[in-house]
């Protein structure tokens, strides 16, 4: 990643945009700029409860898929391997198809529509017993709780103005991120107390907030000029 980002950070220009605010930037901090006023409080809220649920799913299940595998099935170690591998296929296929999806019918009903998937495929997964019927939805479970992640840059680069779109980037995917941390543990202590199956199907649950979250907090910016 350093050798690719160091070629990335040679051969590409920053964005005219950048260029031409970096001239007059404000004297304010930029982490101030995220809740700089009711609105702008309002649009970081709602990113960090989306990173926050992004991050929790995809830790939440990726972290315990191979023991959940050998627990419920009894899978060796390379047999949960290709399942996993097989699921974590389908979120590169995704994220790859959520960036067109998003351009072609906007920001809101891209997510919306993964979200859904998200939430009807981990209950769908947690009651699946055929092993090749499993590798299927995994693939396709996949492909909804972490394709998503494929539209927070262009989202919330269309949420905030130059001064602090770079900081809103970091500050509040890795906000989830900290937060996503905790989801194996969650899981982990659910799965304890009432098994596996339930712990993955209450992951459900969360995509309910994002929804709201989304719905509520995030207005759509498809086509919108950056600031």
Not at 133 to 143: D, I, K, T
Request: charged share 15%; glycine share 12%; net charge positive.
């Amino acid at each position: 990643p350093a050798v690719a980002a160091y070629f990335i950070r040679h051969s590409l220009h920053e964005p005219e945009v950048f260029v031409a605010r970096s001239k007059d930037r404000p004297k304010e901090s930029a982490l101030r700029l995220l809740v700089k006023d009711r609105e702008t409080t309002k649009l970081s809220l709602g990113m960090v409860i989306l990173c926050s649920v992004q991050n929790f799913g995809y830790y939440g299940v990726m972290i315990w898929l191979p023991n959940y595998l050998a627990t419920r099935f009894g899978f060796a170690l390379t047999q949960s391997a290709v399942w996993t591998a097989v699921t974590i296929g389908g979120m590169a296929l995704g994220i790859f198809a959520f960036g067109h999806i998003a351009d072609r019918i906007g920001r809101r009903p891209a997510f919306f529509g993964y979200m859904i998937g998200a939430a009807v495929m981990v209950v769908v997964y947690s009651r699946l017993t055929d092993p090749m019927q499993l590798l299927v939805a995994g693939a396709v479970m996949g492909f909804f709780v972490n394709g998503m992640l494929g539209g927070y840059g262009a989202l919330i680069s269309e949420l905030f103005p130059t001064a602090a779109r770079a900081t809103a980037q970091n500050v509040l995917f890795n906000i989830g991120r900290g937060v996503g941390g905790f989801g194996p543990v969650v899981v982990g202590a659910i799965a304890a107390a009432y098994g596996f199956q339930t712990a993955i199907a209450l992951l459900a649950a969360l995509y309910i907030l994002d929804l709201l979250a989304m719905w509520l907090l995030i207005p759509e910016k498809r086509g919108a000029e950056l600031t």
